[in-house]
């Protein structure tokens, strides 16, 4: 499957601003690739398709989940969460992506996981650094992505995990078990 092949089936799931920001996340994903030695073809895959399942229902979201056997606990955190687990299953089944690192950097690109690999870490930070995200820390997350992809990813959990207590919502156990992981792996 070629590009516009790929982006034809992921631009029918999303909304037009999904789409705008999974075509700033397939660039980004690309650029990190070929900064820190990853498979640009298969980061451009896993950018495109990444968001996927962002727009099922919380019904068939649910449904999967539960039919699937995936962790149950994601059931009793925000639904925010599933559409990455339920993404690389549907991916797999309705657009034939079968790649293992693909599928995996789509299934943990909201949680992170721990030990992640090459392929996870591109597509983890270029979602929270493509040109489309204005947030506060965006920005010094970029500029640390220009030379230490580690760093980058610790940066953007750290935020992610600050904005969610912020906001008083639960932290999912595996976000913070990814972001300890690494922690404890720069020390
Ligand atoms: O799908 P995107 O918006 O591009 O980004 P994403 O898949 O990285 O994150 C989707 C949402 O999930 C985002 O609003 C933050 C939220 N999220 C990430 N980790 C956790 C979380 N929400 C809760 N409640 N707990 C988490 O651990
Ligand atoms: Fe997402
Ligand atoms: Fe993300
Ligand atoms: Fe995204």
Redesign the pocket.
């Known amino acids: 499957m070629n590009r516009d092949q790929a982006l034809a089936i992921v631009k029918e799931q999303l909304t037009e601003h999904r789409y705008v ?1 999974t075509i700033g996340v397939m660039e980004t994903a690309i650029e990190l690739a070929d900064r820190y030695g990853g498979d640009l073809k298969k980061a451009e895959t896993a950018a495109i398709f990444h ?1 996927y399942a ?1 727009f099922r229902s919380k019904e068939e979201m649910k449904q999967i989940i539960t039919e699937q056997k995936m962790a149950p606990d994601l059931l009793i ?2 639904p ?2 599933w ?2 687990p339920v993404g690389a299953y549907l991916v797999k089944k309705e657009a034939g992506i079968e790649d293992a690192e693909i599928l995996d950097a789509i299934r943990y ?3 992170g996981r721990e030990n992640m690999t090459l392929l996870d870490k591109i597509i983890y930070v270029a ?1 929270y650094i493509e040109p489309g995200r204005i947030f506060p820390g965006a920005e010094e997350v970029r500029k640390i992505a220009e030379t230490d992809l580690n760093q980058a990813l610790m940066a953007s959990m750290k935020n ?1 995990i600050l904005f ?1 207590l912020k906001k008083n ?4 156990p595996q ?1 913070l078990q990814s972001y300890n992981y690494l922690v404890f792996e720069e020390k």
């Open positions: 920001h968001d962002k955190h925000s925010e969460l559409h990455a690109h909201t949680s979602d992610t969610l919502q639960p932290i999912y976000t």
